[in-house]
T-cell receptor, first 112, second 107 residues
């Protein structure tokens, strides 16, 4: 496995609370991504980063924000969690010119 | 708009039978397509890419631009092939994924 970790791995929270998920890489890859995985929808891109402090929106960015203050960390924040954000969240990394994305182990988030 | 469609959510076949997981795409340029696989309790990982025209674990996939398809095939399924399979289309440095197909190989 590429050096990608996600924390926490599991989280239960209540509607309206803020939640931050962390993705950490040791590969020094330029690109980092946050996806959510839902039955019937596959993986959908939330946000991605193409460098430190450089981020852009994906397909399902509403209700989410991200930050990348250093190469190795990419944070995903749910400002005010809703039940529709219950999902499995995956982080991925890739390098410029490479086709392959490498995925983290995922974080299961349940919003009650 | 770029889109990937996997019409089968679930696919169940017997061990030793042929397998075909369907993938159709829409893309205005020259597509780059991939199959990713997620085995139980493992991370999502690349299975194969159309550019390399390789066979991985007995699986092959041919890009058919006329039918805008990239179906994944294996002549003889094995129990260890049971997994979730995603077709993906590259758009610059991003990937667009299909909905996924859960493949179950019955003994």
């Amino acid at each position: 496995d590429a050096g990608i970790t996600q924390s926490p791995r599991h989280k239960v929270t209540e509607t309206g609370t803020p939640v931050t998920l962390r993705c950490h890489q040791t590969e020094n890859h330029r690109y980092m991504y946050w996806y959510r995985q839902d039955p019937g929808h596959g993986l959908r891109l939330i946000h991605y980063s193409y460098g430190v402090k450089d981020t852009d929106k994906g397909e399902v960015s509403d209700g989410y924000s991200v930050s990348r203050s250093k190469t190795e960390d990419f944070l995903l924040t749910l400002e005010s969690a809703t039940s529709s954000q219950t999902s499995v969240y995956f982080c991925a990394i890739s390098e410029w010119g490479q086709e392959t994305q490498y995925f983290g182990p995922g974080t299961r988030l349940l919003v009650l | 708009a770029q889109r990937v469609t996997q019409p089968e959510k679930l696919l169940s076949v017997f061990k030793g039978a042929p397998v075909e997981l369907k993938c159709n795409y829409s893309y205005s340029g020259s597509p780059e397509l991939f199959w990713y696989v997620q085995y139980s309790r493992q991370r999502l990982q690349l299975l194969l890419r159309h550019i390399s025209r390789e066979s991985i674990k007995g699986f092959t996939a041919d890009l058919n631009k006329g039918e805008t398809s990239f179906h994944l095939k294996k002549p003889f399924a094995q129990e260890e092939d049971s997994a979730m399979y995603y077709c993906a289309l590259r758009n610059a440095q991003k990937l667009v994924f299909g909905q996924g197909t859960r493949l179950t190989i019955n003994p």
